[in-house]
């Protein structure tokens, strides 16, 4: 009770009142005090309060880091520190700093925080910047290497040899470790005590300041993969894509391993020394300074960044896809922000340049968006009546409303998807050759559309012989029900729905609150252009993935985003699921999986 009235005291400090010099004198003795050990963290934070009022910023930042890496069990009050931190270098803005502190806020922060979910979005639209930001860094500094011989040979010669002093010092300890476990073995011979060994873990001392020294920099963590990310997604990707890459087979134990970070080949290759390579690059700094402009200017509303942005864009690669749209986006700011030379200038270049495009129009009649914005919905309900039509197999009705598409809806922003329809009804009631024509047309009139790379696999599966024809598509495909198997959790998530990460993150925190004990992965991909999987996997036997289906549609707390939603979740082994996504038969194993699987609630 006395500790926090002594708290609330400094936190309820008023600069006007002349008392700062009692109330820091107050505080430092608490910090001395070692009863108070385990309260560190909310000391340094009343200072750093204290810090901030007076207008010391340097000494209020120290503080609040120190209240983070003091807090030993207080997750809360390591999160608003950390948290705290973060605001402070976003309204610099410093968003680097402030990225990194927000995502070490979120490995902490209880889920039931009041501002949980704006701490949340905040912390996403900062990680989408500052991987951005680090794509144009790196890609910058790839290309310096790839266009100046002299600096490169440099930049490498360095890289090599630090990587070979490295390889020695390893090599020293080593050699330092093997003398000292040789000594300490012949020293020790004959001794019962078995911890006197160097070796860590032997070490009760040792040992024991080292658990200390952990509480205290990262609090009670549970004992799980990547304990520290509060985006476990990117990990679990990776993990799942390196234990695919690697390959023991031709393995030999008795070869010498060179490592390669001592050879020049090993940089270079990461260079873009080929005109294909440097394409890519280049690629990849114009996707990143487009997604940066609208980041600052949607998520941030930091218009003088996002113009720096969409300018450095237009002004190194000209001839972009992004020029025109880059233009009206700074035409939109130039009206936000009330500049009239730059809404000229911007204005002009559009209607000299595009004037038969949608952004001249807008700019020659603001009705025009919102009209357009009100035809989008007429579009999306059109569309959405068109594929329930084709989900029911009334394929001739499906050609029928999509050939009215053209002529309804002129120049609509889902043509693509009305034609991809058309091509797979097509399929469903024409010949093999109709089929691919279809198809073919589709890839020619829409070859930047994701409904493009479907028809593209498609048309891939009928050259390695996979008949698709109407026999194939209407027959029902032999699922087999058992129950010794594993099985994978489905979710089904509308393409439209673009909070596919966030629901992999909250699945990961559901995973590792309720099944800590399991190894669960989670993978994410696209069944057709509708819809994507979040697939879980895997769960050993018929019992264990029908407790994970019931607890997950059952948990309102960690799932109640996803759960409100309604969409369809299944079970399936690993047999099925192969049949399942090669014929993309969503609504197929739906029906399979209702009438053999009891997870009545």
């Not at 990461?270 to 997604?291: C, F, G, Q, R, W």
């Not at 829409?446 to 493009?452: F, K, M, R």
């Amino acid at each position: 009770m006395m500790f926090n009235a002594k708290i609330s005291r400094a936190l309820s400090f008023d600069p006007e009142s002349g008392e700062q010099k009692d109330i820091k004198k107050m505080l430092s003795r608490m910090v001395r005090d070692g009863k108070n050990a385990e309260f560190l963290d909310q000391i340094h934070y009343a200072l750093a309060d204290i810090a901030f009022k007076e207008k010391n910023e340097p000494l209020g930042i120290d503080h609040l880091q120190k209240s983070a890496a003091l807090s030993v069990s207080n997750d809360k009050q390591k999160a608003l520190s950390y948290l705290r931190l973060g605001e402070l270098f976003y309204s610099k803005p410093l968003y680097m700093e402030s990225q990194a502190y927000y995502d070490s806020c979120l490995t902490v922060l209880p889920e039931d925080y009041s501002r949980y979910e704006t701490i949340y979005d905040r912390s996403k639209s900062l990680t989408r910047l500052v991987e951005n930001i680090i794509i144009v860094q790196e890609e910058d500094s790839l290309q310096k290497l790839a266009n100046d011989e002299g600096y490169r040979n440099k930049i490498v010669e360095e890289l090599v040899q630090k990587a070979i002093d490295e390889e020695e010092r390893k090599k020293a300890e080593l050699e330092n470790d093997n003398e000292f476990n040789t000594f300490n073995n012949n020293s020790t011979i004959g001794s019962s005590i078995p911890n006197s060994g160097k070796w860590y873990f032997y070490n009760n001392t040792t040992l024991g300041f080292g658990f200390t020294d952990f509480r205290k920099n990262w609090g009670n963590r549970k004992l799980e993969d990547n304990w520290r990310r509060s985006n476990k997604e990117t990990v679990a990707s990776f993990e799942e894509d390196l234990e695919n890459d690697l390959d023991t087979s031709d393995s030999d134990s008795t070869k010498v391993k060179i490592n390669e970070k001592t050879t020049a080949e090993y940089y270079l290759q990461y260079i873009p020394l080929t005109d294909k390579m440097m394409n890519v690059s280049h690629n990849k700094i114009i996707e990143s300074l487009y997604a940066l402009g609208n980041i600052y200017r949607e998520d941030f509303q930091d218009y003088k960044n996002s113009i720096i942005s969409f300018e450095d864009l237009i002004t190194r690669y000209d001839t972009c896809r992004y020029k025109l749209p880059s233009w009206y986006n700074l035409y939109r700011i130039s009206l936000l922000i009330d500049d009239d030379a730059m809404k000229q200038k911007y204005q002009n270049l559009i209607l000299n340049n595009y004037p038969e495009s949608e952004y001249a129009r807008i700019i020659q009649d603001p009705s025009y968006n919102k009209v357009t914005r009100e035809n989008r919905k007429r579009v999306d309900n059109y569309y959405s009546i068109v594929f329930n039509l084709y989900s029911d197999e009334l394929y001739n009705k499906v050609l029928v409303r999509c050939e009215k598409a053209k002529s309804i809806f002129a120049d609509n922003h889902l043509q693509d998807h009305f034609d991809f329809l058309a091509a797979m009804a097509t399929g469903h009631i024409n010949t093999i050759d109709t089929f691919k024509l279809a198809l073919e047309n589709v890839i020619t009139l829409h070859p930047q559309s994701e409904v493009s790379v479907e028809a593209k696999r498609i048309l891939e599966l009928i050259k390695k012989g996979i008949k698709v024809d109407v026999e194939e598509t209407t027959t029902v495909i032999p699922y087999n029900h058992v129950f010794d198997s594993e099985f994978n959790f489905v979710v089904v998530v509308p393409g439209k729905d673009n909070k596919a990460n966030k629901y992999k993150v909250d699945i990961s925190n559901f995973n590792s609150k309720y099944y800590s004990d399991k190894t669960f992965k989670i993978s994410n991909i696209f069944v057709d252009p509708l819809n994507r999987l979040i697939i879980i996997k895997s769960m050993d036997g018929y019992d264990t993935a029908i407790d994970y289906f019931k607890s997950f549609k059952l948990n309102n707390d960690n799932l109640k985003d996803l759960n409100i939603k309604g969409y369809q979740y299944f079970l399936i082994s690993k047999k099925n699921f192969a049949l399942f996504y090669k014929n993309k038969d969503i609504k197929g194993y739906t029906t399979f999986f209702n009438e053999n699987f009891e997870v009545e609630l």
